[in-house]
């Protein structure tokens, strides 16, 4: 292993960097969505055949991360879960005009129902007349008018397969309100009552295996995965700076904040814990670029960031004071962001036990074939 | 980034493997644990490491010319790795080699080079650190020890604690104050001191890892000039570049790795409920991440001054996850390690490292330091992912 910084990624991070300077902070994520595709971003990570530069998901981990990291709506990361669908596609496969639209950036899709089919007692989408009909409340993001939802539901056949439809907004939006229970001054996601809802076979685009937890044979929630942890990896670096930079020019009893130890040591503990989430992190995606198997540590990638971000995020509203709690600080942006955010592909803990599973696996797997050799060689 | 093997790293594992199961090796290996079965707290693990060393094994990141093999630190670090997983207990290593060893190649002169190193290498000679002192504890500054001019040489006064393997060692990084200046960060100097020389008296502090902490006592130690490293009275800025480089974490990481995996031989997959499966998941995590900030370290020597945040942030991590899963398992092993159906042999591993944890947030600069270090270095720099400029690392 080199783990020395990727200086292509760095080229590529700066340029998207600056290129998102110009979105306008908050929940609308049109201008953040425009000026991704002025510099083609979401062709970036995206395979050939679709039109895309085929960089990887190191790359679009980099990508998710930015965005992120100025706290900006996640435009990115729902519209390359469909690109990986239909990565392998034809041109006339269901779904590949949304496919070609997300790549030319003129498409936002927003995943959703991805927390939900990881439990195995989530409602199921019974088959009538060629069309699936989910049961259940999806809660879907809403970061632009125009989104469609890239929705996952189970279905109710003996092996419960996970499939992804892509529902446009013309589908999507009537029927649904706003979430409950939500309360409170921040935007609320919106709330779809799938059974006012029909799934035809020309909107599914992929699937995502069947069990709990998903087989997930194509890798796409593994590599949806790995997005989003760079997402919130990006929340959780773009609040660390915004704490950093505030204390270390405020001053309060004669000394800079930043001075004391009891606002510095709880920083510097999340710049460590940040910093091991930027190596699990590109590690999936490295991994997965490679070709090498990746889903434990995507699911261990996530959840990893999603806890740190967590934490991260309300150390730096606290070092803000009072004044991170108003509107006109920016913290405060993070704050709203990461809730939904952390749990959007599921709760962590429900990934560590994925994880757990894995690790438990490989380890007797390991010892029974050593006793295997071992009898062998007697 | 790469976060695969390099064919050279893969072939040194697979060589290490090899050595692993030759005669002489396998016999000190052997020999090693039946002296820890048998209850001896110490072993001499020389023997093994002398045996590695004939394969040019025990110092590879050295010059060929000193007794190595040239290679890269990341493929050092594969045989390190690769060595740990044999079974070597690697403290004695770490001193004499990765510590003392690479303190020599970094700021030793060709002739100190040129007479310790090879040594070192072979398994001749063993080192370790003379540093802090009773009342003396981190802050190293406030040593007492006094080297003070006699003829063509010095003389060394004082007394070092909480060391360690001095008993099994001939040579000791000491550091010592030669005189003052305004600040107490002035003065010192360092000397390689010869612990069998007359005025040495070495002895243990009875302590809670297998491990014992050194005493080691000073009396008016003479050493002639070609045992000052550097130049005098400005050891203190060696020592700061050095004590990086007992940052990388590797050695705490491979505790980790040790402590986690025979934490889970004794889960059984079929009865490991919910609750626990989430703690193997998120400990085998930080285990991991401890590797990872390790090998990200060491890909940073060799290309200039080892940058001292990231050490502190490998050092932080590795050493506070080591002890963390130490003391996991032995809440989920319960009294006596004997809950589930963990082996007598993993038993004896996971009791020991509950007790030399706690020492590994507080040997190479404790963990509140660290903190420190990382606050006070790493929140300006425009460079570091994370950092007050906004970061451009990937």
Not at chain 1, 234 to 251: C, D, E, F, P, Y
Not at chain 2, 70 to 77: F, K, P, Y
Not at chain 2, 196 to 212: K, W
Request: aromatic share 6%; glycine share 12%; with cysteine.
């Amino acid at each position: 292993m080199d783990l020395r910084s990727d200086p292509v990624l760095e080229r590529i991070a700066g340029t998207i960097r600056e290129g998102l300077s110009v979105a306008e902070p908050g929940p609308d994520g049109t201008s953040a969505q425009a000026a991704l595709a002025d510099m083609d971003g979401f062709a970036f990570a995206a395979a050939i055949d679709l039109g895309g530069f085929d960089l990887g998901l190191s790359c679009g981990v980099t990508i998710s991360l930015e965005l992120g990291r100025r706290a900006l709506p996640d435009v990115y990361t729902g519209g390359m879960l469909v690109v990986d669908a239909l990565a392998e596609a034809g041109d006339d496969a269901p779904g590949a005009d949304i496919a070609a639209a997300v790549v030319a950036g003129k498409q936002v899709v927003v995943a959703a129902g991805l927390d939900l089919v990881c439990r195995p007692t989530a409602g199921r989408a019974r088959l009538e007349e060629d069309a699936w009909r989910p049961s259940g409340v999806l809660t879907v993001e809403d970061v632009q008018p125009d989104q469609a939802c890239c929705a996952a539901f189970r279905t109710e056949e003996a092996d419960g397969e996970v499939l992804l439809a892509v529902l446009p907004a013309s589908v999507w939006r009537p029927p649904a309100g706003r979430a409950f229970p939500w309360s409170g001054p921040v935007e609320s996601p919106a709330s779809l009552p799938l059974d006012r809802v029909t799934v035809t076979s020309g909107q599914v685009v992929g699937g995502l295996g069947t069990g709990s937890p998903l087989s997930d044979p194509a890798g796409l929630l593994a590599r949806h995965r790995v997005r989003q942890a760079g997402y919130l990896l990006g929340l959780g670096l773009g609040a660390h700076a915004l704490a950093v930079t505030h204390t270390a020019n405020r001053r309060q009893f004669d000394r800079f904040v930043l001075d004391n130890q009891a606002v510095a040591f709880p920083l510097a503990k999340a710049k460590i814990d940040l910093e091991a989430a930027r190596l699990l992190v590109y590690r999936a995606a490295w991994q997965a670029d490679a070709g090498e198997p990746f889903a434990r540590e995507a699911a261990e990638a996530l959840a990893w960031t999603a806890e740190v971000a967590l934490r991260t995020i309300r150390i730096s509203v606290q070092a803000h004071g009072a004044r991170g709690l108003t509107l006109g600080a920016p913290v405060h942006r993070f704050f709203e962001v990461i809730r939904s955010a952390a749990t959007r592909l599921g709760p962590p803990g429900a990934l560590w036990q994925e994880a757990g599973r894995h690790r438990l696996a490989a380890v007797h797997s390991a010892a029974v074939d050593s006793d295997v050799a071992v009898e062998r060689q007697s | 980034m790469n976060f695969g093997e390099s064919d050279a790293e893969r072939a040194l594992r697979a060589e290490v493997r090899e050595v692993l199961g030759t005669p002489p090796v396998r016999s000190a290996l052997d020999d090693l644990g039946r002296a820890m079965a048998s209850g001896e707290r110490e072993p001499d693990v020389r023997p093994l490491y002398r045996a590695l060393a004939a394969h040019r094994l025990f110092a590879a990141s050295w010059p060929e010319q000193y007794g190595g093999r040239g290679v890269s630190h990341l493929e050092a670090a594969a045989v390190i790795e690769e060595l740990v997983r044999g079974g070597m207990p690697d403290m004695l290593q770490v001193l004499s080699v990765q510590i003392v060893g690479l303190f020599l190649l970094e700021a030793g002169s060709e002739e100190q080079k040129a007479r310790y190193l090879p040594k070192l290498a072979s398994g001749e000679l063993f080192a370790t650190v003379l540093y802090t002192e009773p009342e003396v504890g981190s802050d190293l500054a406030s040593l007492r020890a006094t080297a003070v001019r006699d003829g063509d040489g010095y003389r060394l006064s004082g007394t070092k604690v909480f060391g360690l393997k001095s008993g099994m060692s001939d040579l000791g990084l000491c550091a010592v104050r030669t005189g003052t200046g305004t600040t107490k960060y002035e003065g010192i100097s360092l000397f390689l001191v010869d612990l069998h020389a007359e005025g040495v008296t070495r002895g243990h502090i009875a302590s809670l890892a297998d491990e014992q902490y050194d005493r080691v006592e000073l009396d008016r130690v003479w050493v002639g000039e070609d045992a000052l490293l550097g130049a005098e009275g400005e050891g203190w800025s060696l020592l700061t570049r050095c004590l990086a480089i007992e940052r990388t974490g590797l050695d705490y990481s491979l505790k980790a790795a040790r402590w986690y995996d025979a934490t889970l031989t004794g889960l059984i997959p079929e009865t490991t409920d919910d609750a626990l499966l989430e703690e193997v998941g998120r400990y085998g995590a930080a285990v991991d991440a401890g590797r990872l900030l390790a090998w990200s370290t060491i890909s940073q020597l060799g290309r200039g001054p080892l940058d001292p945040t990231s050490a502190a942030i490998s050092k932080y991590h590795t050493s506070e996850t080591a002890q963390q899963v130490a003391t996991w398992a032995a809440l989920v092993h319960g009294h006596g390690y004997g809950l589930r159906a963990l082996s007598p042999e993993k038993a004896a591993v996971l009791e020991a490292g509950y007790r030399e944890g706690p020492g590994l947030t507080l040997s190479a600069g404790t963990s509140e330091m660290m903190l420190e270090l990382v606050a006070s270095s790493a929140f300006d720099r425009p460079d570091v992912i994370g950092g007050a400029g906004g970061g451009s690392e990937i």
